[in-house]
């Protein structure tokens, strides 16, 4: 039983990463993910170095904090944006500009040019940079049939995300002890253009979006937090993430103020330290294929973030340069698992008319919370000394996570529950071409209802109002008296009057005693036919009964296994 397990778990691991290089918009989308966060990271090992050079632990703290303000006010402003159109041209979009930023201040470097210019391009550079992360998150749904692929896409993301945190520092650490800064923000500036080149060749039938002729961008994001105001679950999980964020944005601090004064290791030292992080990140992306089935996501998000502090805290404790590196190690384990659970769950609880916006709201609570955290870094370092402000900031994401533990693991039982109703839904060929945010629509309005053995669950001529789904019995399709059909688990009926918006033209009867799923008719037409490929699906079907069977007419034999009514 156990080799079994295990091999289970390795095929779906493989599956979650085959599945994205066999969809090549989700193979385009993922590699202009590692693009764009290559530079990331390469970008903040340079931006750290000059800001120290420039004055020490405070200016590196500073230049934090100032560098995500603007951020953090813009990123929920602009990603009504994302949900307005496309979201692939966005992010060409946020690369482009990223990438020429980037390359102005490695010009400025180069040629000696005043610092307040390259902390104003390392502004400018990160205000469009953090509409990339919520438009993307945003558009793997679009790009996923099921909850199932939404975790792998995550997962192959996450992986990515682990690597370019270990290949943009170990690139920053080795052009700097060959070369100079101006090399490292050039390399960050290639990595952003390449992304955008990426995206320019996504295609993809994109769902419906409401027309907006005049655009209230303010408007359009507070209804991104009102949507998070409306859900304790997105409270608690985005709560949890600018707690690790603000641990973030002091590891920015601390991995230069430890590299350089307590273990002695230079400048190149800092790239070390966060590729240490990037080593563990990747090998956690690795293991956390394994957990694409568990159905435990809020669980290892509660780990994820607990790993994220615990490490630095006792980097306090034993500040040696070989323990620094392997516990250093485990923060990018965390940082997988954040990245599996964290943006999987948010996936799966926002709506998708304003998925942007609810991400962009996690974004400017990223830049808010990074920001503090390293001015916060700097200020501790100054009132405790470098190693009590690893432990006293290194434990505050430990114990937020073990305060929200159960709250997590009712989230799993909620989520596990959405995904039975999902299953059922995808039993049904006009709902198979729908993308995962709308066929969640759908499975939130869903109503049970019983039907005992020999009850008619409507009658041949009455007023379409809802379509049902057979969760568990067997129903018959009776037309002028004759059975001409028997339907069981998992098939549909009902569409014809709600999509024709003519009254019933068949009875179904409980053959069995009958557990349905209903839904309203608002619902079902709004997201069937919003979307052409479901829409497309619902009318060949419809039509194919329509020309089997008329009342009045002749009947065929009947024929199990269509949606009817």
């Given amino acids: 039983m156990g080799r079994l397990g295990t091999r ?66 813009l990123a929920p402003v602009l990603s009504p944006f994302a949900d307005r159109g496309r979201r692939e041209r966005v992010l060409v979009v946020v690369s482009v500009l990223r990438g020429a930023a980037t390359a102005v201040a490695a010009i400025v470097v180069a040629i000696s040019g005043p610092i307040a210019v390259i902390y104003a391009l390392a502004v400018l ?51 700097l002890a060959f070369s100079d800064v101006s090399i490292v923000f050039a390399v960050a500036a290639a990595a952003s253009l390449w992304a955008a080149l990426l995206l320019f060749r996504v295609h993809y039938d994109a769902p419906p979006r409401p027309p907006a002729p005049r655009p209230d961008l303010v408007k359009e994001a507070i209804e991104g937090l009102h949507a998070v105001g409306r859900s ?54 690795l293991a956390a294929s394994l957990l694409v089935g568990t159905g435990r996501l809020g669980a290892w998000f509660a780990v994820g973030v607990a790993l994220w502090g615990l490490p630095i805290a006792l980097v306090g404790v034993f500040p040696q340069q070989a323990a620094a590196l392997l516990l250093l190690s485990f923060v990018g384990v965390g940082n997988a698992l954040i990245d599996l659970a964290g943006f999987t769950l948010i996936g799966r609880l926002a709506p998708d008319a304003v998925m942007a916006r609810v991400f962009g709201v996690l974004e400017s609570l990223v830049a808010i919370s990074i920001g503090v955290g390293s001015i916060l870094a700097s200020g501790v370092i100054a009132w405790i000394g470098v190693e009590a402000a690893l432990v006293v900031i290194g434990l505050v994401c430990p114990v937020l996570a073990l305060a929200s533990w159960w709250r997590l693991r009712r989230l799993d039982r909620s989520v596990d529950a959405l995904d039975l109703e999902v299953s059922l839904l995808q039993q049904v060929p006009m709902f198979q071409p729908l993308p995962l945010p709308s066929i969640e629509q759908l499975a939130r309005g869903l109503e049970p209802v ?116």
């Fill in 8 to 73: 289970s778990r390795l095929d779906q691991a493989v599956g979650a990463f085959s599945s994205n290089w066999r969809n090549a918009n989700l193979r385009r989308a993922q590699l202009s993910f590692l693009g764009a966060w290559t530079a990331e990271w390469a970008f903040t090992v340079a931006l750290g170095i000059v800001a120290y050079n420039d004055g020490a632990a405070l200016a590196l703290g500073l230049v934090g904090l100032l560098r995500m303000l603007p951020s953090a006010v």
């Fill in 125 to 175: 550079s990160t205000t469009p940079a953090t509409l990339f992360r919520p438009a993307h998150s945003a558009l793997l749904p679009t790009l996923c049939r099921t909850g199932h692929e939404l975790a792998s896409a995550n997962v192959v993301r996450g992986l990515l995300d682990s690597v370019a945190t270990l290949v943009g520092p170990l690139l920053a650490a080795i052009v």
């Fill in 232 to 285: 304790r679950n997105l409270q608690l999980i985005l709560g949890l993430a600018a707690a690790q964020s603000l641990t973030r944005g002091a590891l920015t601090v601390f991995s230069v103020v430890v590299a350089i004064e307590l273990l002695g290791m230079g400048e190149s030292g800092a790239g070390a330290l966060m590729a240490a992080v990037g080593v563990g990140a990747v090998v956690g992306s």
């Fill in 450 to 565: 019983e039907v005992a053995a020999g009850t008619p669950v409507f009658t041949q001529g009455d007023v379409g109002d809802r379509y049902y789904v057979i969760e568990r019995g067997t129903a018959d399709v009776i037309g002028d008296g004759r059975v001409v059909a028997t339907l069981g688990e998992g098939e549909g009926f009902g569409e014809i009057a709600l999509l024709r918006r003519t009254r019933r033209t068949a009875t179904v009867s409980a053959h069995t005693a009958l557990r349905l799923k209903a839904l309203a008719s608002e619902r079902f037409t709004a997201v069937v036919l919003g979307y052409a490929p479901s829409a497309q699906a619902a009318a060949t079907s419809v039509d194919r009964q329509l020309d089997r069977f008329a009342p009045g007419e002749p009947l065929d034999e009947p024929r199990p296994r269509e949606e009817r009514g």
